[in-house]
Protein backbone atom coordinates (compact mmCIF):
# COMPACT_ATOMS: atom_id res chain seq x y z
CA UNK A 1 0.00 0.00 0.00
CA UNK A 2 1.15 3.73 -1.07
CA UNK A 3 1.81 5.87 1.82
CA UNK A 4 0.08 9.39 1.47
CA UNK A 5 1.32 12.01 3.43
CA UNK A 6 -0.61 14.56 5.16
CA UNK A 7 0.74 17.02 2.54
CA UNK A 8 -0.18 15.05 -0.69
CA UNK A 9 -3.92 15.13 1.28
CA UNK A 10 -3.62 18.58 1.78
CA UNK A 11 -2.56 19.63 -1.47
CA UNK A 12 -5.19 17.23 -3.36
CA UNK A 13 -7.93 18.64 -1.43
CA UNK A 14 -6.70 22.43 -2.01
CA UNK A 15 -6.85 21.80 -5.42
CA UNK A 16 -10.23 20.31 -6.16
CA UNK A 17 -11.77 23.03 -4.08
CA UNK A 18 -10.37 25.74 -5.77
CA UNK A 19 -11.23 23.94 -9.15
CA UNK A 20 -14.89 23.97 -7.79
CA UNK A 21 -15.18 27.18 -6.63
CA UNK A 22 -13.74 28.82 -9.37
CA UNK A 23 -16.35 26.82 -11.58
CA UNK A 24 -19.14 27.71 -9.74
CA UNK A 25 -17.65 31.17 -9.92
CA UNK A 26 -17.15 31.56 -6.55
CA UNK A 27 -14.41 34.03 -5.23
CA UNK A 28 -12.35 33.30 -2.51
CA UNK A 29 -13.92 36.28 -0.28
CA UNK A 30 -17.47 34.52 -1.47
CA UNK A 31 -16.40 31.26 0.28
CA UNK A 32 -14.84 32.99 3.15
CA UNK A 33 -18.26 34.95 3.82
CA UNK A 34 -20.23 31.32 3.59
CA UNK A 35 -18.44 29.23 5.16
CA UNK A 36 -17.72 31.67 7.79
CA UNK A 37 -13.69 31.65 7.65
CA UNK A 38 -11.42 34.12 7.13
CA UNK A 39 -10.13 34.95 3.41
CA UNK A 40 -6.43 33.59 4.55
CA UNK A 41 -7.48 30.05 5.70
CA UNK A 42 -9.40 30.20 2.20
CA UNK A 43 -6.17 30.57 0.81
CA UNK A 44 -4.29 28.67 2.65
CA UNK A 45 -6.70 25.75 2.03
CA UNK A 46 -6.79 26.34 -1.65
CA UNK A 47 -2.79 26.12 -1.49
CA UNK A 48 -2.14 22.99 -0.28
CA UNK A 49 -0.47 25.07 2.93
CA UNK A 50 -2.88 23.96 5.46
CA UNK A 51 -4.95 20.86 6.45
CA UNK A 52 -9.14 21.50 6.29
CA UNK A 53 -11.48 21.00 9.21
CA UNK A 54 -13.79 18.38 8.67
CA UNK A 55 -16.87 20.23 9.39
CA UNK A 56 -15.33 22.93 7.02
CA UNK A 57 -14.80 20.43 3.85
CA UNK A 58 -18.32 18.95 5.03
CA UNK A 59 -19.54 22.53 3.99
CA UNK A 60 -17.24 23.04 1.25
CA UNK A 61 -19.17 20.09 -0.73
CA UNK A 62 -22.27 21.26 0.21
CA UNK A 63 -21.84 24.73 -1.12
CA UNK A 64 -19.68 23.72 -4.36
CA UNK A 65 -22.01 20.24 -4.88
CA UNK A 66 -18.48 17.78 -4.62
CA UNK A 67 -19.05 14.05 -4.13
CA UNK A 68 -17.29 12.34 -1.32
CA UNK A 69 -15.59 10.25 -3.91
CA UNK A 70 -14.53 13.31 -6.34
CA UNK A 71 -12.61 14.49 -2.89
CA UNK A 72 -10.91 11.60 -2.47
CA UNK A 73 -10.15 10.07 -5.95
CA UNK A 74 -6.64 10.89 -6.36
CA UNK A 75 -5.36 9.36 -3.61
CA UNK A 76 -7.30 5.60 -3.20
CA UNK A 77 -5.39 2.89 -4.54
CA UNK A 78 -7.69 0.31 -3.94
CA UNK A 79 -8.66 -1.16 -7.38
CA UNK A 80 -12.07 -2.30 -6.25
CA UNK A 81 -12.57 1.49 -4.94
CA UNK A 82 -11.30 2.95 -7.75
CA UNK A 83 -13.71 0.72 -9.96
CA UNK A 84 -16.83 1.97 -7.93
CA UNK A 85 -15.36 5.71 -8.43
CA UNK A 86 -15.54 5.63 -11.87
CA UNK A 87 -18.75 3.77 -11.97
CA UNK A 88 -20.04 6.64 -9.99
CA UNK A 89 -18.68 9.37 -11.60
CA UNK A 90 -20.06 7.88 -14.93
CA UNK A 91 -23.49 8.24 -12.95
CA UNK A 92 -23.16 11.43 -12.46
CA UNK A 93 -23.17 12.61 -16.18
CA UNK A 94 -26.56 10.77 -16.59
CA UNK A 95 -29.94 13.20 -17.15
CA UNK A 96 -32.57 12.27 -14.35
CA UNK A 97 -34.73 9.91 -16.20
CA UNK A 98 -31.54 7.71 -17.18
CA UNK A 99 -30.60 7.51 -13.78
CA UNK A 100 -34.24 6.90 -12.69
CA UNK A 101 -33.68 3.65 -15.06
CA UNK A 102 -29.94 2.60 -13.82
CA UNK A 103 -31.32 2.88 -10.82
CA UNK A 104 -34.47 0.20 -11.25
CA UNK A 105 -31.86 -1.95 -13.41
CA UNK A 106 -30.12 -2.30 -10.31
CA UNK A 107 -32.57 -3.11 -8.27
CA UNK A 108 -34.02 -5.69 -10.49
CA UNK A 109 -30.21 -6.90 -10.60
CA UNK A 110 -30.02 -7.11 -6.48
CA UNK A 111 -33.58 -8.52 -6.46
CA UNK A 112 -32.46 -11.49 -9.07
CA UNK A 113 -32.83 -15.07 -7.78
Not at 40 to 46: A, P
Not at 53 to 72: D, E, G, H, R, S
Amino acid sequence: MNSISKSDIDKSFGKILKDFRTKNGYTQEVMAERLGISLKYISRIENGYSGIKTQTLIKYMNILNIAPNIMFKELITNEDIIKQIEISEKLNQLSEEKLNFVDNMIDLLINFK
